[in-house]
């Protein structure tokens, strides 16, 4: 019998699988999930691939227990150079950026994000972060990708209260599913195999293609043990408290 | 010979800053913030502040506790590190007390970088389809050398003042920073006016040994001043991490008042 997720597991282990050999990759401030996501793809996969932090790392290896904060200067430790702010940014809007992992409080069917506000921008009823990065990358990196620890209609939404960003965003991972965009609109890709292509359709403000989707395949042994080291006490899977919808668990 | 010091207490920097002047802030969320400077600024009880930062978090947050803040530019705030949105910004910016101009990180240091080169605007790229550009009223400009490709420009950004946490400082001004310099380097050149706290006071010399660790060179700065543990609660790596404990105590402390939070942090230790 092969292993199957926990809701945590399946957005970074997912994560970490958009990752592709010898690309550009960034994690950013904010990005708990997908900092675990790229070091889970340096430990458990056998390829290369560049990969940059907002803290200003290159392929760095925090030695000793992985930072709450990631943007925490341990991803600098066991970097061979300092590629601060500034400089990720300018790749990125050069043309030279091929995944970045970017946070999104609400995604629409076309891959276009909020993270401004709830409410009007000019009367919120809930202040937002603010987009950060996503702005300027998202229409100018080859494909973002973000994930949402509650797959919900008010996350995944018919419509945005507010465009903060729109551009090239590929991929969103949740608990509960994979999508990937297809012609224009985000569509199913696969399903955490503990719930149905229905459930998450009722979980979904939008409509998608479910064409084709499959089971999420499992984790691998090698992705595990790789989650395991990054998260030996099991404090980040606590802190993310990632549950599936109550209809469906 | 020597340069003229620069040295001069937190108190008799921070009572330079008048009311209503625009701070920009050195640092990233919890990392490396000039922390020390941000509670001196509300032990003096400043007002009206417009505070200029990429990705603020407990420095906006205090200080929108304190009722200091007038006017926020930012790309994103948070108190990061799990403990999620920056709740007495969140507030000030939804209760109309603070006004918002609301960023994308680099548009704020395209301003930065205008500000920085002395130029009234500088292209940025991406923030196609952002509604950030109508909320602000960006404009964008067909290429004038032929490609026709549109861009935005946004309008330089000149804070009155600039305040980083250094690594070291010296007496004359100079700043060295160890790691990410994040966005500090933009900040302090576009900045009218810069002030610089360090963790250590060292001598010229180490900084003539190693002049390319030098983020600001002394000439630049109005004044320093040493502060030990000055970005605390946040992180000054390598000398000490982030102190989640009194992180999330600030954030616990009753009433949202600061009067608890303050009263721990280091420069209140006699």
Redo the contacts between chains.
Sequence with gaps: MSASFTPFSHVVINLARLIRPDEVTFSGVNSTLPMLACLLAKRAYDFDFTWLNVAGGVDAEPAGAIPLSSGDPALMHGSAAVFANEDFYDLCTRGGMDLCFLGASQIDATGATNNSVIGDWHAPKVRLPGGGGSAVMMPTLRRAATWRTEHSPRTLVNELFFQTAKGNLQNVVTPMAVFDKRDGRLALQSHNPAVTIAEIQKATGFTFDASGAVPTPPPTEAELSALRSLDPDGRFERDAAITLPEAVA | MSAKSKLISLAEMVAQIPDGASIGLGG?????GPFAFCRELIRQDKRDLEIIK??PGYDIDILCRAGAVRRVR?????M???FG??GA??KA??S?RVE?E??????L?AGLRAGSAGVPFQP??????????K?NGWKKMADPYGSNEETYLIPAIRPDFAVIHAHEIDAAGNARVY?????D??MTRAAKTLFVTGEKLVETDRFREQPELTLVPGFMVKAACEVRQGAWPG?L??EY??N?AEVQDYVDEPGAGIERHMSRAPEAQG
Excluded: D
């Excluded at chain 2, 990233?28 to 490396?32: A, K, N, P, V, Y």
């Excluded at chain 2, 930012?74 to 948070?78: F, K, L």
């Excluded at chain 2, 790691?179 to 966005?183: D, E, L, R």
């Design positions: 990233s969320f919890l990392h490396r990429a990705s930012a790309g994103i705030v948070a990061e590190g799990n949105l920056a910004y969140r910016v939804e109309g918002l609301e960023h994308a990180c680099m548009t240091v940025v790229g991406g923030v196609h389809g952002s509604q950030i550009a909320i790691g990410s310099p994040h966005w380097r933009v992180s790596e390598p991490p982030v989640y």
